[in-house]
């Protein structure tokens, strides 16, 4: 099975403080992908990437960035957290662009 | 860009009974419809998609069909169970894009009556 995880299930940062959100999968996947889920919005997609060091804006990429320096490994950084970054973030990774893998989410919270 | 409608938004039926979701795009370049399941304190999980060439598949008690005419595509559940409640998703992502341009539908909530 694919497993993707994430380094925290819940975070509580406060308010300019750079925060970082850690994706790793397990199944040499090329291509991982950030969201955010919000109530009555649906997912909403902040970044993706298709190759190691390859990077792409989605939907709403203001305030974020991501890294990915390892294939298996997909990083989302707040540069300055703000109070409407708290939601549930989710990361996904796929081997063929189609069928994503989703992890459990970290639910952030920004005081 | 793509917009995509989900409804209803909450669905309350009885074990054994069948659950119907719809939903409507607006981009009639989209060609590619996944449905995710998502589960209480889990993230969402694919359970069945549909390409445009097709207008309908299924997958044991889960089928979808798609309209491509009138821009809407559904997700049926036949003898629901209790472990098929969780919210439902459906989007739906244009031809040339893959998961990138998928646009997510607001999610519909299923609870399955015992």
């Known amino acids: 099975d694919v497993k993707v995880t994430q380094s925290s299930r819940y975070l509580v940062k406060r308010t300019g403080e750079k925060v970082f959100l850690e994706c790793v999968q397990d199944?040499?996947?090329?291509?991982m992908f950030w969201y955010r889920q919000d109530p009555g919005l649906g997912l909403r997609l902040i970044y993706f990437s298709y190759d190691v060091k390859m990077k792409e804006k989605g939907d709403i990429p203001e305030g974020y960035s991501v890294s990915r320096e390892k294939k298996e490994r997909f990083s989302l950084i707040l540069e300055s957290a703000s109070t409407n970054q708290t939601s549930m973030y989710l990361c996904?990774?796929?081997?063929?662009?189609?069928?994503?893998?989703f992890g459990p989410g970290t639910r952030l919270t920004v005081t | 860009g793509e917009n995509v409608e989900q409804h209803p938004s909450t669905l309350s039926v009885q074990e054994g009974d069948s659950a119907v979701i719809k939903c409507t795009y607006s981009d009639s370049a989209s060609n590619y419809f996944p449905w995710y399941k998502q589960e209480l304190g889990k993230g969402p999980q694919l359970i069945i998609d549909?390409?445009?060439?097709?207008g309908e598949k299924k997958d044991q008690r889960i089928a979808v069909t798609l309209n491509k005419t009138a821009k809407h595509f559904s997700l049926h559940i036949t003898e629901t169970q209790p472990e098929d409640s969780a919210v439902y998703f459906c989007a739906a992502s244009p031809a040339g894009r893959g998961a990138d341009g998928l646009t997510f539908g607001k999610g519909t909530h299923l609870i399955i009556q015992p």
């Open positions: 549909i390409r445009s060439n097709v």
């Open positions: 199944m040499d996947h090329e291509n």
């Open positions: 996904a990774s796929s081997a063929n662009r189609w069928e994503q893998y």
